[in-house]
């Protein structure tokens, strides 16, 4: 079992609609959680990053973490065509070296 | 500012051929990581390095080695390649705790 788990879709939207990307995670020493964007044959874009617990959000963008239950969420509003690309959750105890991906999910936001 | 930079962006090999992957960061930053990335399998480690002639082994390690001579550069080298090691391949490197910086990938094909 991957530490880090993604549905990797693909996602498909219409223009303007909410965009719900979900992961959960295992590994309860996790503190750090990042969202990626990835556009084609782009490499990785940190668009948001949470420490611990809580919200966080970012013009259309909001991150969750709930270490309860051990899920992460990246809710997208107001969707635009420009936010088609894939999406990587990430993780990392603190004080370590390593980042732990998801699998990625690939939306894609209809004109 | 460039960032993190990777030669060559597209490679084909044949099995049992070897090669180099370059990396370059002009940030200063202490840690760089090498990782690939598969079809449903998100981003995976493959080496990193803390500093300066450090490296330690990822997720991945097996069929690849690396060096880190100069702070600015990491390498990541196939002594033999095979077909599974056909892949995109990304360089990153980080500071402090979260603020990873990723290279825009190599795509290798093993034949």
């Known amino acids: 079992q991957k530490e880090v788990e993604q549905d990797p879709g693909p996602l498909s939207v219409p223009e303007g609609a909410i965009v719900s990307l979900n992961c959960t995670y295992s590994?309860?020493?996790?503190?750090?959680f990042m969202w990626y964007r990835q556009y084609s044959r782009k490499g990785p874009e940190l668009l948001m990053y949470t420490y611990s617990s809580g919200n966080k959000e970012d013009g259309r963008f909001t991150a969750q973490v709930d270490k309860s239950s051990k899920y992460i969420s990246l809710f997208i509003r107001d969707s635009q065509p420009s936010d088609s690309a894939t999406y990587l959750c990430a993780s990392q105890i603190q004080g370590a070296q390593k980042l732990v991906f998801g699998q990625g999910t690939r939306l894609t936001i209809n004109p | 500012n460039a960032g993190v930079t990777q030669t060559p962006k597209f490679r084909v090999l044949k099995t049992g051929q070897s090669m180099t992957l370059l990396c370059a960061q002009d940030m200063n930053h202490e840690y760089m990581y090498w990782y690939r990335q598969d079809p449903g399998m998100g981003l995976r480690l493959i080496h990193y390095s803390v500093g300066e002639g450090t490296t330690a082994k990822g997720e991945v390690p097996d069929g690849y080695n690396v060096s880190r001579l100069k702070k600015q550069n990491f390498l990541l080298g196939l002594e033999s390649a095979a077909p599974s090691q056909t892949s995109v391949y990304f360089c990153?490197?980080?500071?402090?705790?979260?603020?990873?910086?990723f290279g825009s990938g190599t795509r290798l094909t093993v034949v």
């Open positions: 990153a490197s980080k500071e402090g705790d979260y603020g990873y910086t």
């Open positions: 590994n309860s020493a996790f503190q750090y």
